[in-house]
């Protein structure tokens, strides 16, 4: 089986080289991301292999397609950059549903604990011998609550950190855990509630229509004054001229952002020598209160291990068995794994 790489970085081919190296898979790494114009690299190709910020809109699928190419891994969960119904009856689209949801998590628990505690401030100072504490001070954790939409397993994983420094916890899921209630680690509460009453709030739900710019203006006018805003989910459940706006009335006290809702030009790139065009974003990493990653909440070597791992094996395990747990159904109609394994 060969496959092609498309959007590649070092720590993509470090992985990859060995498990494909396992199960006798010839690859061919394209550091150019996925798009119309470069659907073309692919001739030759049994499948490809795209990342979140390719392009696998109907044109770019029609291209596989008459390449003759049958299969699309995503390594990785989210798929809101593939056009899954048109896909649907010509081109298999396999995922990553889990790689790490403690890589995510730890992230989101780390730029909050930077954030609120100014560690990434003390850290400049202190690198130029100024041991001064004025204007570092943070707050406390501890008796906090915090909203987390979304309650599947990362979202999980960083209920039970806020947990452990022994926080509240308001939830907001579409499909609640009963689990989580029993065993008294979360509330759940219909997003207004959340809104209101939380202190902090950490977004961990997939991108849909429904929750597209969940977090807007009309949502940011109910919350606390001061609340911190975490997303380490995807870039469009935020509206980011709101957010900015938000922080500029005092009314956000700070955002935590590893992902962006414009970031497909610019995050995993290096443009430190260039000026950037994107106003908005430009602006939100000038506000002292705003931390930036740029979409590395997943990167961890256990995270990748586990992508590498599922990615290839969502290919051989369909060329072998005619199926693939972690495929992507448009026929049912649903945001999840099609549990049958056979879409067509």
């Known amino acids: 089986m060969k496959i092609a790489f498309f959007d590649v970085k070092p720590y993509d081919k470090q992985f990859f080289d060995k498990v494909a190296k396992e199960r006798g898979v010839t690859v061919k790494y394209f550091e150019t991301k996925l798009t119309e114009d470069t659907v073309t690299l692919a001739k030759g190709s049994d499948a490809v292999c795209v990342f979140v910020n390719d392009t696998v809109n109907a044109n770019v699928i029609d291209g596989l397609y008459n390449l003759g190419i049958k299969m699309i891994a995503l390594r990785c969960a989210g798929y809101n950059n593939v056009d899954v119904k048109h896909a649907f009856g010509k081109i298999h689209v396999f995922r990553v549903p889990a790689y790490s949801p403690y890589a995510v998590a730890e992230h989101a628990m780390a730029m909050l604990l ?6 990434h401030k003390a850290y400049i100072r202190t690198r130029d011998f100024n041991f001064s504490l004025n204007g570092l001070s943070g707050f406390d954790l501890n008796g906090k609550t915090v909203g987390v939409i979304g309650t599947g397993k990362i979202g999980r994983v960083f209920i039970d950190i806020c947990k452990g420094f022994n926080m509240n916890v308001l ?26 009453n939380s202190d902090v709030i950490s977004l961990h739900c997939p991108l849909t229509e429904e929750t597209y710019h969940i977090i807007d203006k009309n949502s940011i006018d109910l919350c606390k004054k001061g609340v911190v805003i975490i997303n380490t989910s995807r870039g469009a459940l935020v509206d980011a001229e709101h957010l900015l706006s938000a922080i500029k009335e005092r009314k956000v006290g700070a955002a935590c952002l590893d992902v962006y809702e414009e970031e497909s030009e610019l ?11 994107d106003d908005v974003l430009a602006r939100l990493i000038s506000m002292p209160n705003v931390i930036v990653t740029s979409h590395q909440a997943f990167l961890t070597a256990e995270a990748l291990e586990n992508i590498a791992n599922t990615t290839i094996d969502n290919l051989c395990n369909f060329i072998k068995n005619g199926e693939c747990s972690n495929e992507i159904c448009y026929r049912c109609g649903k945001t999840e794994d099609c549990k049958k394994g056979k879409c067509f």
């Not at 930077?114 to 560690?119: E, L, V």
């Open 114 to 119: 930077t954030s609120i505690r100014r560690i």
């Open 171 to 196: 939830a907001y899921d579409k499909y609640p855990s009963r689990e989580l209630e029993e065993q008294n680690k979360a509330k759940y509460v219909e997003l207004e509630e959340l809104f209101k």
């Open 267 to 277: 995050f995993f790139e290096d443009f430190s020598g260039h000026i950037i065009d």
